[in-house]
């Protein structure tokens, strides 16, 4: 009977112990939760600001790491496409000669794709670059901004019809509005999203290249980040956070 009543009051007191650990990481998650990073490219054209998806937490980390190390700065936007997209993050670019072709540079390791259906390539949306690879796993250091513009509903068939299937019609949506890169959706892991400084990225896009898009001029970068409250970057920057 005593050896069955210590059980009990064993299990109770090994409850209990679990419940307050589980309440503690919650609310420490919660308390963590009120805070973000605030993503800076610096360029000579002037600054563009993102932010991270939580949705996409190993392409966060990974990208927060190398920033926080300074892997990104001096590097070149080296793949510039007008209406399309700007692609940075490759390693060869810092000390790459005039003309040099690039876009094969590394850090040695890939991320895991982290695909979601409700994050898309949307104008301004941030993304990882990939090799092709059956996994699509994502490069562990270059990423890409979208920049197309709106798509008229004759182009977003086209889309569907290259695609082979149909765009979810509040995604139809944003292509019209703002524009955006539908034929990438769920083949490229999207991470993040711009939110403010397109201007900037229109320009970089729209500088002159060479025959394998890399901008005839050196359009270098730095990138820092830094841990702000959400209500200060809803307030400087007008994003809305999901809860």
Known sequence: MKIQVFRSLFILLFSLIFLVSF????TKAKKKSKKDFLVTITTEFGNIY???YDATPKHKENFIQLAQKHFYDSLLFHRVIDNFM???????SKNAKAGERLGNGDVGYK???EFNPEIFHKRGSLAAARTDNPQKASSG???????????TDQEIQQME???????PDNQKEVYRKIGGTPHLDM????????IQGMDVVDKIASTERDPFDRPQKDLRMTIKVEELKKKKITKLFGYQFKE
């Open 86 to 92: 700007i692609q940075g993050g490759d390693p060869n």
């Open 50 to 52: 993102l932010i991270l």
């Open 111 to 113: 991320i895991d794709a």
């Open 187 to 194: 083949g490229y892991t999207v991470f993040g999203e711009v």
């Open 161 to 167: 019809a290259r695609i082979g299937h149909t765009i």
């Open 141 to 151: 250091c270059q990423f890409y901004i979208v920049q197309r513009k709106a798509l």
């Open 23 to 26: 309440a503690q990481e919650k």
